[in-house]
């Protein structure tokens, strides 16, 4: 993969893994709170299904729960793609959102999720 001008090439254009996920995710922008779903999620960010998306460039304080964890995750994110309902062409209407930042923690919980699938793809073949 190469990167120019802040845009990924070649046939993936994503620099991290994503995995799909159906998550509550609770966001804010200014004084505004919203609830919706995460349909996937990576280390570097998540989509979240909505028919009222934010504009690209908006910043969004984030809270989200993996699955069998105790801890949420709180971070800060970033607007990057918007997928508008009249334009959705099949896909899901929503938003990609880029984290700003993860701590140790965080990656920690989100690795989980790869652990489950990969015990529950062993558990398929056996």
């Known amino acids: 993969m190469k990167r120019e001008k802040g845009k990924w090439e ?11 996920v159906y998550l509550e995710i609770y966001y804010q922008h200014l004084d505004d709170f919203f609830y919706d779903y995460a349909i996937n999620l990576s280390h570097g960010g998540l989509f979240i299904k ?6 690209v460039g908006t910043e969004l304080k984030l ?3 993996i699955p069998n964890c105790k801890e949420v995750i709180e ?5 990057v793609r918007v997928v508008k309902p ?3 062409r099949g896909h899901q209407p929503g938003m990609g959102i880029e984290f700003e930042m993860l ?10 999720i ?10 398929a073949q056996k």
């Open 10 to 20: 070649g046939a993936e254009r994503r620099r991290y893994p994503r995995r799909e």
């Open 50 to 55: 909505t028919v009222r998306p934010i504009p």
């Open 63 to 65: 809270r989200f729960a």
């Open 75 to 79: 971070t800060r994110g970033k607007v």
């Open 86 to 88: 009249e334009d959705a």
């Open 103 to 112: 701590t140790p923690k965080d990656i920690e919980m989100i690795n989980m």
């Open 114 to 123: 790869w652990e489950e699938d990969t015990k529950a793809e062993e558990k």
